[in-house]
C-alpha cells in the first residue's frame, strides 16, 4: 500500500499539477476581462453589449480549432501541443493590453481562443486516462479542475488591486487592466517553456517511475482501451453521430451559457449589489469561491468512490439552477452573496465528475474528438451566455430576464443528465489489479 500511495502522489505532482497550473493559467484570463471591465469599458467606452459580445468571442476561436487540435495532439505529442497552447496563448494575452476599439477587442479575444483551443479537451481526454484509470479519473478530474476556483481565489484579489494602478511612463501610462493583461501573457510563456521540461506524454516515458510502475500503468490503459474496443471502436466521424455524444454537446451547451454568465459578469453584479470598491468587490469575491472549492473536492472524491456520475453531475447542476433563479428576486447584498455562493457551488463542482463521462466509453482519438466536440458546442454557449447577459442589462437596465432564462438551461442540463445511458460497462472487463495500480 505504501508504494500505491507513493506511486499516487507522484502522479499527481508529475502529470495533475502541471496541468492544474496551466488550468489557472487559462482561467486567469476570463477572470482578468471580468475584472479589467471595471475599469477597461469605462476607459474604452465599451457598453455592456460590447463587453459581452468580445467576452464570448473568444469562444469561436475554440469551436474552430479545438477538434482539430485534440486529434492532432493525440496522435503526435500532448505534452508538446500543450507549450505550444500556453507561448501562443501568452503572446495573445500580452496584446489585449494595446486594445483601443470594439473591433480590436473582438479580434484579439478570438485570437486568444485559437490559441488556447483544444487545451482543456487534451488534459481530459488525452493526458490524464494515460496515466488514471477510471475508478481514478473522477476524483484526478475535479483535483485538477478546481483550478478554476483556485484560480479566482488567487487571482481575483490581484486583479482587483492591479486593476487600480496606474504606472507613468515618458510617453505613455499604462492602466491598471493593461498591467493585468501583460503579466498574464509573461506568465503564460515562462510556464509553457517550463512545461517542456516537465510533463511526459506516456508513463513509459516517466523517469520518476520505477519499471515495474511504468509497466503497470501502460498495461492498464492499454486493457482499458481493449475493452473499450471489443464493445465497439469507434471512429471519428462516428463519434459525431453517436447519439450520447450529441446528448452530451446539449448539455454541455446549457450548462455552459449559465457557467460563463456567472463567471464574466460575477464582479459587475457583485459591485452593483454591494456597493463596494473594486479591490473590495475582488476580496468579496473570496466567500463563494472557497464555498465552490470545498464542494468541488467533496464531489470529486464521493463521485470515485460510489462510480455513480450522474448523481453527482445533475444535482449542482438543479442548486445552480436555485441559486441562479432566486438571486434576481432581492437586491439585499447579503441575500444576494448567499445567493451567488449557491450559483456558484452548483455550476462548478460537477465539472471533474463530467469529464469522466467521454472516458468510460471512448479512447485515443476518438475520446479526444468527442471532448473536442463537446466542448466546442458547449463553449458556444461561452459566447451566448455573456452576450445574453450583456444585451438584457444594455436593453433592460436589469439581469433578471438573462439569469432567468439561464436558470432554466442548468435545470433542463440537470433533467438531460439522468437520462444519460450508463455506457462503461466495457471496463468491468480490466482486471482489478489492473484498475489500482495506484
Known sequence: MAIRGSLARRKYLHIILPL??????????????????????????????VFGMGAGILFAGYVLFEIPGSVF??????????????????????????????????????????????????????????????????????????????????????????????????????????????????????????????????????????????????????????????????????????KTVIKLCLIYFLWIS????????????LRSVSGLSNSGVSFLTLVPMTIGLIGFIINGVTASKSGKLKRHIATPLFIGAFGMAAGTF??????????????????YIGQGCWWSVPTTFLSGSAAAAATALINSIGNIGGWV?????????????SYQMAYLILAGALVLAGILTLTLKDR????????IEKQNVS
Open 20 to 49: 492544474f497550473i496551466g488550468s489557472i493559467l487559462a482561467y486567469l484570463d476570463r477572470l482578468n476581462l471580468s475584472y479589467a471591465a471595471l475599469t477597461m469599458n469605462e476607459q474604452l467606452g465599451f457598453s455592456a453589449e
Open 73 to 242: 495532439a493525440e496522435k503526435r505529442s500532448p505534452s508538446k501541443w500543450l507549450v505550444r497552447i500556453m507561448v501562443t496563448w501568452g503572446l495573445s494575452c500580452a496584446l489585449m493590453a494595446f486594445i483601443e476599439t470594439p473591433g480590436q477587442f473582438y479580434f484579439v479575444r478570438f485570437l486568444i481562443g485559437a490559441a488556447e483551443a483544444s487545451f482543456y479537451p487534451v488534459c481530459y481526454s488525452v493526458i490524464i486516462p494515460r496515466w488514471f484509470n477510471m475508478k481514478e479519473r473522477p476524483a484526478a478530474l475535479s483535483i485538477m479542475v478546481t483550478s478554476l476556483i483556485v484560480s479566482s481565489i488567487v487571482g481575483a484579489p490581484l486583479a482587483g488591486l492591479l486593476i487600480g494602478l496606474d504606472l507613468d511612463f515618458a510617453l505613455f501610462t499604462l492602466h491598471g487592466w493593461q498591467i493585468l493583461f501583460l503579466l498574464e501573457g509573461v506568465l503564460a510563456v515562462g510556464f509553457g517553456i517550463f512545461l517542456l521540461y516537465w510533463l511526459k506524454d506516456w508513463p513509459k516515458d516517466a523517469k520518476w517511475m520505477t519499471e515495474e510502475e511504468r509497466k503497470a500503468t501502460m498495461e492498464a490503459y492499454e486493457q482499458e482501451v481493449a475493452a473499450k474496443s471489443s464493445v465497439k471502436q469507434y471512429t471519428i466521424w462516428q463519434v459525431f453521430a453517436d
Open 258 to 269: 449559465g457557467f460563463w454568465a456567472f463567471g464574466f459578469w460575477l464582479p459587475t453584479v
Open 330 to 347: 432581492t437586491s439585499n447584498p447579503t441575500l444576494s452573496l448567499i445567493f451567488i455562493s449557491i450559483t456558484c457551488l452548483g455550476v
Open 385 to 397: 451566455g455573456p452576450y445574453l447577459v450583456g444585451f438584457s442589462e444594455t436593453h433592460t437596465g
Open 424 to 431: 462503461s460497462t466495457a471496463v468491468s472487463s480490466v482486471p
